[in-house]
């Protein structure tokens, strides 16, 4: 039998998808600030690797990200309607059979429990895989299920990392524990599911996604959010967060090796309400890991060194991510990588 797995995300990759913010988002207020953001994701991805684009009006964004030094040569660009940008929730999560046969699959995307509209974001994947040809790969429906990339960290070893807190959410698949665990393993053909119950960020619209507070990485390694001021709000709970990672094992019966990020400075919006600012929201790449800075000199820099310890050989490239954090998301939430074999 040809087995399928769920590869990490340091699999070597065939693309990257951004979806582009436009005037039709949550983002029109702002819309130069964050399309500013954007341009500098495109330029660093397309330094390295190919870039898909997903928009509506799709026609200039070329020449914008051309004029801002991109290298379109790895540029391609795919029409289709959309509500938002958050790439990482609402594009395929892609799989790989033993013989490297891509499999896409689509799960249903619901606003983060019906929080914000999905209608076209729900209806990106078959857009790009049926009328755009823009992706190669064998279609998997599984839109009967509401999963977002977010939520979930896979090692491709047959280990998936999640949090009780998003995948047990009544508002999105009203599902015992079990019954979940028993969904991923059958669905991604895995070993064993390490859950989180401890663990949030202020101004988290996603019921507190994984890829916000500890991402799985090389070597048995886990990069994950450490709170060190007691006055902060989130001391208790990622304190709890450290301990569960502390307890974890590997299919080997090891610990992980933890490296704790720095948590970023509160950051506010014009409301006073705290933004989740998160160095856990990094994308790893084939020779690099782009990663979220705040304009604050000494976390970025901290956040940098542990990420290079937890990359060895990899570059790690720092992007304000400021103008995204104002509607509560960041760098890996805007972002989806899809292995080798799909472009």
């Not at 341009?39 to 991805?45: K, P, T, V």
């Not at 967060?241 to 090891?254: N, Q, S, V, Y």
């Not at 000199?297 to 060895?312: G, H, I, Q, S």
């Not at 990899?314 to 992007?319: K, L, N, P, S």
């Amino acid at each position: 039998m040809n087995m399928s797995y769920l590869p990490a995300e340091w699999h070597k990759q065939s693309l990257i998808q951004l979806t582009w913010p436009h005037k039709g988002t949550d983002w029109a207020y702002m819309l130069d600030e964050v399309e500013t953001c954007f341009l500098n994701i495109a330029y660093e991805i397309l330094k390295r690797q190919n870039l898909m684009v997903v928009a509506p009006e799709p026609f200039s964004i070329g020449d914008r990200i051309e004029a801002h030094g991109g290298n379109v040569k790895n540029l391609t660009v795919s029409t289709a309607k959309t509500n938002d940008t958050w790439a990482r929730d609402h594009a395929f999560i892609t799989m790989l059979k033993e013989d490297g046969t891509p499999l896409l699959l689509d799960f249903c995307f619901n606003g983060w429990g019906m929080k914000f509209a999905a209608n076209y974001d729900n209806q990106i994947n078959s857009t790009l895989y049926y009328k755009c040809k823009a992706l190669t790969g064998e279609y998997v429906f599984h839109r009967d299920f509401v999963l977002e990339g977010g939520s979930i960290e896979s090692d491709g070893k047959g280990t998936l990392l999640t949090t009780e807190e998003c995948l047990l959410a009544k508002n999105r698949n009203e599902k015992s524990k079990e019954e979940i665990e028993n969904y991923l393993k059958e669905t991604f053909h895995l070993q064993q599911v390490l859950w989180l119950k401890h663990g949030y960020l202020a101004g988290d619209d996603t019921d507190s996604h994984v890829d916000t507070l500890a991402r799985l990485c090389p070597d048995d390694t886990i990069a994950y959010v450490q709170c060190t001021d007691a006055t902060d709000e989130h001391y208790a709970e990622l304190a709890a967060m450290e301990e569960e990672l502390k307890a974890f094992r590997t299919l080997e019966g090891k610990p992980y090796r933890l490296l704790a990020l720095p948590m970023a400075d509160a950051v506010y919006d014009e409301d006073g309400e705290r933004l989740p600012a998160t160095y856990a929201n990094f994308l790893i790449m084939n020779e690099a890991v782009l990663y979220p800075t705040y304009r604050q000199p000494e976390n970025d820099a901290r956040a940098k060194e542990v990420l290079a310890e937890a990359f060895p050989g990899r570059e790690i490239v720092g992007i304000d991510c400021t103008a995204l954090i104002k509607q509560h998301g960041s760098l890996h939430c805007v972002t989806m990588q899809y292995p080798e074999g799909v472009y």
